[in-house]
């Protein structure tokens, strides 16, 4: 896996297949990318940003992520909370949104039968991972910029779940010694990394969003 994220400028990123995944509300449209690494052992599903503000299965931090999994080979699953592009249903603040999240993990779980999980989400989406991780153990969390006024009151991850959280410290919308503070404040802690100058939107920091993650794998011995 190693000499994969080295090699990443001659990665081909894998063709996307559009379907639906039957929803709670109603269908939820969601794109599957698998670079056909076999046997799968591991899958991630990624949760975009705020429905209301513009966030879909599309954002540059979400395609991100599931392309840093891809990298790693995974096949991944994007997706489109209820209400947004062609998702059925309505913004249901965050727990309707939450069991969207779960209805999709069970799918990309019963697609890929004794996958390992990978669960990723970016603001809002990673609020809705951490909360879909309390339902579904995932093997690994990945949060970014993670929304956390909305988990003050919410379920922490479970003690097996080895868990990055990625925060930017010129972040605009959430302070990042609150996220920090949260962090320090969960049953089993997020190992976090902090990255200089970087928005919450991530604005021409991607690539070091992607960096932490490979960082991650290999510190936790998850490369192989």
Not at 55 to 71: S, Y
Not at 115 to 142: M, Y
Not at 162 to 175: A, F, K, N, P, T
Not at 180 to 189: G, L, R
């Amino acid at each position: 896996m190693e000499a994969r994220h080295n090699a990443s400028m001659a990665f081909r990123p894998p063709l996307p297949q559009r379907l639906t995944i039957a929803g709670p509300a109603g269908d939820l449209e969601a794109i599957v990318e698998d670079p056909g690494v076999r046997p799968v052992r591991r899958c991630g599903v990624v949760c975009h940003p705020h429905p209301q503000f513009g966030g879909t299965m599309d954002n540059k931090v979400t395609h991100t992520l599931a392309r840093a999994l891809q990298e790693l080979g995974l096949p991944t699953v994007r997706f489109n909370f209820r209400g947004v592009g062609r998702s059925r249903g309505e913004f249901a603040a965050g727990i309707g949104e939450t069991d969207d999240a779960i209805a999709v993990i069970d799918w990309s779980l019963a697609r890929w039968p004794g996958a390992a999980l990978w669960l990723a989400g970016f603001s809002f989406g990673a609020s809705v991972a951490v909360r879909a991780c309390a339902a579904r153990p995932a093997a690994v969390l990945v949060t970014v910029a993670p929304a956390i006024q909305r988990l003050e009151t919410g379920p922490t991850p479970g003690p097996a779940t080895r868990w990055l959280l990625i925060q930017g410290d010129q972040d605009e919308l959430v302070s990042y010694e609150a996220v920090i503070a949260w962090a320090k404040q969960q049953s089993v802690p997020p190992r976090v990394t902090l990255l200089p100058g970087v928005t919450h939107f991530f604005h021409g920091s991607l690539q070091e969003m992607k960096a932490a993650i490979f960082a991650f794998v290999k510190q936790e011995g998850l490369a192989d």
